[in-house]
């Protein structure tokens, strides 16, 4: 049981350092996209798969 | 190529602020990086996708009975791995496509990404280029047309590949569609230049 506590504690640091990583990667496509280029295409791509697997994990996760 | 070279930009538009351009300096020229110059960073993302992938599908092969126990950890492990992964491929995207030359009637600017939150931005004057040239070696880069630009110029360089060209007096980007073209575009302006001066 507290083995599970921690393994959850660690899981959660770890999302929200790719969180904190990806904020910081927004904030520069934000900041330098030029006009009429791909940034915000691969941007909700890229924000489309990480929901994705997110909801996907945590729906296995649940069953599990 | 519409999006590797775009022509005749408008130089007011608030996302060129940070280039710091002179009052009547047009941008003639915005060129990014090829595509085909991200392919191998694609490929090496796309391989280590699959190899989890496989491990698990041995994994289920030769502990049929045992992994259903595991599942917990398997799908966890997996989702902080892809997450890990695509976090790291959107960076080296971001390093890749916005790496951006500005040509302008005055100088050449290289924006140059480094990392996350890092960007260096060096500039060449029209007037200190000396000599132009190109290197295309391969069969991607001659099928793709893409290469190396590299300017000899009279002042101190900046190289993508310090090995090749990081010599001071080269000012040198990897990986630039249709380097001919650009290199003639700036023999012309440096001829253009020249000339006024005199």
Sequence with gaps: MFGNQIALIVYAAFLLLILVINLLYFFQVFKYRLPGDASITVLIIH???????????GIYLNAA | MP??????????DQAFLYLNLHPDEKILFVVRHHWAGFLGTFGLFVAMGIFPILIVYVANLVLKDQIGQ????????????????????????IDYYYDIIFITGERLLNVNQKGLLSREVS???MQQVQDVSTQMDGFLRSYFNYGTLIVETAGHGTSDV?????????????DLPDPNRLARVISELHRKIAHEDE
């Design chain 1, 47 to 57: 924000m489309s798969l990480i929901v994705a697997i997110l909801i996907f994990s």
């Design chain 2, 3 to 12: 999006h590797l070279i775009d022509e005749d930009v408008d130089a007011n």
């Design chain 2, 70 to 93: 595991y599942l917990g950890i398997i799908v966890a492990g997996l989702s902080g791995y892809y997450l890990f992964l695509l976090t790291f491929l959107f960076g080296a995207w």
């Design chain 2, 123 to 125: 500039e060449l004057s």
């Design chain 2, 162 to 174: 310090e090995s090749a060209h990081g010599l001071q007096g080269y000012f040198s980007v990897d």
